[in-house]
T-cell receptor, first 118, second 111 residues
Framework: GAVVSQHPSRVICKSGTSVKIECRSLDFQATTMFWYRQFPKKSLMLMAT?????????EQGVEKDKFLINHASLTLSTLTVTSAHPEDSSFYIC??????????????FGPGTRLTVL | KQEVTQIPAALSVPEGENLVLNCSFT??????LQWFRQDPGKGLTSLLL?????REQTSGRLNASLDKSSGRSTLYIAASQPGDSATYLCAVTDSWGKLQFGAGTQVVVTP
C-alpha cells in the first residue's frame, strides 16, 4: 500500500514556541492531505483538509492562525503549531489521499507525531 | 451531523475466541466504511474498506459486514491471537472524502 511518513515522531517543546510537523507521501502523489488530532483514548478529529497549491480548509472550532497548514507540493504538507501551549499537547496524524477515480479515494495514514508542550 | 459509535469500548477475550466488534453510524449517506487497527502510540493500519454498494469484505481471519440502511457494520476476527490486541477504529467517509471516526474498541487477547 501507499506509504506516508511524518517527522518528527515525537517532539517536546516549551510553551510559547512554534513546532512544525511534516507529512510526506513517499510513493504516491497526494493532491489532498488531511490533518487529524487525537486525544488520549479518544477518536481522531479532523482538523483541516489541505489541497496542493491552495489554502487549507479548517473544520469548525479549529483556529487557523494557531494551526498553520502548508501543502506546497504533491508529496509534502506541513502543520505548524504556533505559540504552542500545554493544551495543544496531543497526537497529530496526517493522511494522504491516493488520487484515482471519481469520488473520495482511500486515505493512507502517517505514523503520527506526539507533541508535548511543557 | 454524522455520529459514529463503537460498542463495546473495551473487550477482553481468551486466545482462540472469535471477536465481534460493532460500529454504528447515524447518517446512511456514506461513501465507504473502513476498519483500522491502532497500536498504542502508533498510527493507523487499514484493515478493510467496504464500499457503500458492498455488503462485506474479507481478509484472512477478518470479515467486515456493512448494512448501510440500518447504519451498522460489524468486524469479525476469527480465532483471536494475543497479537490481535490493539484498538480497532471504524470510520465512515462522506461524499467530500472526510472521515468520521468512532472512539474505538480496545481489545485485549489473553494467552
Amino acid at each position: 500500500g501507499a506509504v506516508v511518513s511524518q517527522h518528527p515522531s515525537r517532539v517536546i517543546c516549551k510553551s510559547g514556541t512554534s513546532v512544525k510537523i511534516e507529512c510526506r507521501s513517499l510513493d504516491f502523489q497526494a493532491t489532498t492531505m488531511f490533518w487529524y488530532r487525537q486525544f488520549p483514548k479518544k477518536s481522531l478529529m479532523l482538523m483541516a483538509t489541505s489541497n496542493e497549491g491552495s489554502k487549507a480548509t479548517y473544520e469548525q472550532g479549529v483556529e487557523k492562525d494557531k494551526f498553520l497548514i502548508n501543502h506546497a507540493s504533491l508529496t509534502l504538507s506541513t502543520l505548524t503549531v504556533t505559540s504552542a501551549h500545554p493544551e495543544d499537547s496531543s497526537f497529530y496524524i496526517c493522511s494522504g489521499e491516493l488520487a484515482g477515480g471519481p469520488g473520495p479515494n482511500e486515505q493512507f495514514f502517517g505514523p503520527g507525531t506526539r507533541l508535548t508542550v511543557l | 451531523k454524522q455520529e459514529v459509535t463503537q460498542i463495546p469500548a473495551a473487550l477482553s477475550v481468551p486466545e482462540g475466541e472469535n471477536l465481534v466488534l460493532n460500529c454504528s453510524f447515524t447518517d446512511s449517506a456514506i461513501y465507504n466504511l473502513q476498519w483500522f487497527r491502532q497500536d498504542p502510540g502508533k498510527g493507523l493500519t487499514s484493515l478493510l474498506l467496504i464500499q457503500s454498494s458492498q455488503r462485506e469484505q474479507t481478509s484472512g481471519r477478518l470479515n467486515a459486514s456493512l448494512d448501510k440502511s440500518s447504519g451498522r457494520s460489524t468486524l469479525y476476527i476469527a480465532a483471536s491471537q494475543p497479537g490481535d490486541s490493539a484498538t480497532y477504529l471504524c470510520a465512515v467517509t462522506d461524499s467530500w472524502g472526510k472521515l468520521q471516526f468512532g472512539a474505538g474498541t480496545q481489545v485485549v487477547v489473553t494467552p
